[in-house]
């Protein structure tokens, strides 16, 4: 070994084998991924051309999207169509999405994190705009029967109830943070937040996010993201 692999190893002997010194070194580490995590861009794709015409959801839908990450139902839900035939008939209308049944890459753009998830214990829920409308959704969430699977699983009605966790400061900021790792995000969308939010709940955010799934695909026979 030479001379410098020789410091290498005692300096990295030192720190393991020293409590104090490792403790520091897990946290050094950790302080610098973090800061790195922090910083990191948004993955900058064209949007121009074909794809120019493409838009973010409503800053409510955005709103609700967090709540949907807040209350895990991500961890019973997918939204991750795969290719296979019977997955599409079962939880796509494929005649209403044309060749396209499956999710594109596209539809998640503007979320961040993406809640296409793995964990399937419900049923995947890319395409539920196509299958249930607005009073369909509320009925669900506000469940109050424990009897079934559906009902009991759905408990979420106090989302409906007050206009408690709508602050719409903070989605404000949230929306800017965006901006500022280069989500293709307007002045006016960050504007939009405080109309958006103003007078809705929790739960009006969540019904309204859900409302956009698959939305586009199903308007546009599978060719609003190609
Ligand atoms: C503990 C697991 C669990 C959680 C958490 C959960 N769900 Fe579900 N969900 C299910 C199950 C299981 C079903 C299917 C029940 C049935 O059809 O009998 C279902 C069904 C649904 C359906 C109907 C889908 C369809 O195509 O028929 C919707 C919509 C839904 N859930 C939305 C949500 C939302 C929104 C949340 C979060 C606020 C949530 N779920 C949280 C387990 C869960």
Redesign the pocket.
């Known amino acids: 070994m030479s001379e410098k692999e020789n410091k290498i190893v005692s300096t990295l002997d030192g720190i393991l084998k020293d409590p104090l010194k490792l403790a520091g070194a897990v946290i050094g580490a950790t302080a610098v991924l973090g800061i790195f995590a922090i910083h990191m861009h948004f993955e900058v794709l064209p949007t121009h051309g074909a794809r120019a015409h493409l838009s973010p959801e409503s800053a409510l839908a955005m709103k609700g999207q967090e709540v949907?990450m807040q209350?895990?139902?991500q961890?019973?839900?997918s939204q991750n169509l795969r290719s296979l035939d019977w997955e599409v008939a079962r939880f796509a209308d494929a005649d209403a999405y044309g060749y396209y049944p499956l999710p594109h890459m596209m539809e998640y753009y503007f979320e961040a994190p993406s809640m296409r998830g793995s964990e399937r214990?419900?049923?995947d829920?890319s395409r539920?705009a196509g299958?249930?409308n607005r009073e369909d959704?509320e009925g669900?969430?506000q469940s109050t029967k424990s009897d079934?699977?559906?009902a009991g699983?759905?408990r979420?009605g106090h989302l409906f109830q007050s206009e408690a966790g709508m602050s719409p400061l903070f989605l404000s900021w949230r929306v800017r943070m965006m901006m500022n790792a280069r989500a293709p995000l307007s002045d006016s969308y960050q504007k939009s937040v405080f109309e958006q939010l103003d007078g809705q709940t929790r739960g009006d955010a969540?019904v309204e996010y859900?409302l956009t799934l698959g939305r586009k695909q199903s308007e546009f026979a599978g060719k609003y993201f190609q």
């Open positions: 949907y209350e895990g139902c961890y019973c839900h214990k419900g049923p829920l539920l299958s249930m959704l669900l969430l079934t699977l559906r699983h759905h979420f969540l859900l």
